[in-house]
């Protein structure tokens, strides 16, 4: 059996995708480079034109946000609040922790603000925590809840023993670093 070669159409076109490759090939380099002069000439540009003004550290919507953070002073008010909510809406604590707090922001983007990590543990309804959650967060605009943790002994039961992590921000007294130290308070069950 002979081979068979392409026919008229076939070969032309195959004769014209070859031609376009290899016109592609060539071309693309130049047009890169064009591109790049083109984008080089852009950029200083835009230098020449641009003041010369540092851009500022803080800006002036994260200063009125920080002044809005409660300050750190009002920190033992706002715990004590957040304690009393859970006893009225009938969780059983077990404990509170409260972690060091942590400046919001880094190096010349610090903010005189911070959070302060609290971790409420206990036992309660499902109904109590999720009103303890709400009206939690109802009250207090600077109070983040990080984490809820809810688990059940059996299906049977009806209290479900959970943690919540709330972050609670505020504003620094001095804004210049931490304004409060990490303090632990553990609560036996039943305490008042």
């Not at 004590?80 to 942590?102: E, F, I, N, T």
């Amino acid at each position: 059996m002979t081979p068979r070669w392409p026919s008229g159409p076939a070969l032309a076109g195959s004769l014209a995708l070859g031609l376009a490759a290899a016109l592609a090939g060539l071309a693309t380099p130049r047009w890169q480079a064009e591109a790049a002069q083109a984008d080089l000439a852009l950029r200083q540009r835009a230098r020449a034109t641009a003041p010369a003004q540092p851009a500022p550290a803080v800006l002036p919507t994260d200063q009125r946000l920080v002044q809005a953070l409660p300050s750190s002073g009002a920190l033992p008010q706002r715990i004590s609040a957040l304690v009393q909510l859970a006893r009225q809406h009938g969780v059983q604590l077990d404990s509170v922790r409260q972690s060091p707090p942590q400046r919001l922001g880094q190096g010349q983007g610090a903010l005189a603000a911070e959070r302060v990590p609290l971790r409420l543990a206990g036992t309660a309804p499902y109904a109590a925590w999720r009103r303890l959650a709400a009206d939690a967060l109802q009250q207090d605009d600077a109070l983040v809840l990080a984490e809820l943790r809810l688990s059940r002994n059996g299906p049977a039961d009806r209290t479900l023993a959970g943690t919540l992590q709330w972050s609670l921000l505020q504003r620094l007294d001095d804004g210049t670093g931490p304004a409060s130290t990490a303090g632990t308070a553990v609560l036996a069950r039943g305490a008042p």
